[in-house]
């Protein structure tokens, strides 16, 4: 009897101990969760505010791209304007090149999924975004498709 006395004495500090580190790493967790959100949701409040949209120039020539394995894409674009370009219409020539260049080479497997061409109209975008940047103005704010066939 007297063994299992000190055995459960040996046993309690052993317990509270581990109870003590998880308390202690759960806190630590929590408290970063915390600021981490705090400083996510600060930073979204003190973002500039969405660009007013302005006119639509479309691109007459529709595209023929070359893609991967003999295929290839047709391929037509809208450039949505932000306001602050006035009511000038941009030249895309630019833009033209720029989506040669995107979708050159790429896998009819890429193109044909919703998500798939969504990605690679994102990634299109933002270098059409940074190209017609001037000033620290945006001048185009976004692409539409307006033709798009693969084959």
Do not use: C, W
């Amino acid at each position: 009897m007297a063994d299992e006395n000190k055995e459960s004495a040996a046993e309690a500090p052993k317990k509270s101990k581990k109870m003590l580190m998880i308390i202690v790493i759960a806190a630590v967790v929590l408290i970063g969760g915390g600021a981490g959100a705090f400083f996510m949701l600060k930073g979204d409040s003190a973002e500039a505010k969405a660009p007013e949209k302005g006119s639509v120039t479309a691109i007459d020539e529709s595209l023929t791209i070359n893609l991967a394995d003999s295929h290839y894409l047709k391929l037509q674009f809208a450039l949505q304007q932000t306001a602050d370009a006035g009511t000038e219409e941009v030249d895309t020539s630019e833009a033209i090149e720029l989506a040669i260049d995107e979708y050159t080479g790429k896998k009819v497997a890429e193109l044909e999924t919703e998500k798939g061409r969504e990605a690679i109209k994102e990634e299109l975008l933002a270098k059409i975004v940074k190209a017609y940047t001037e000033d620290g103005k945006k001048m185009v704010m976004g692409i539409y498709y307006t033709a798009f066939v693969t084959q």
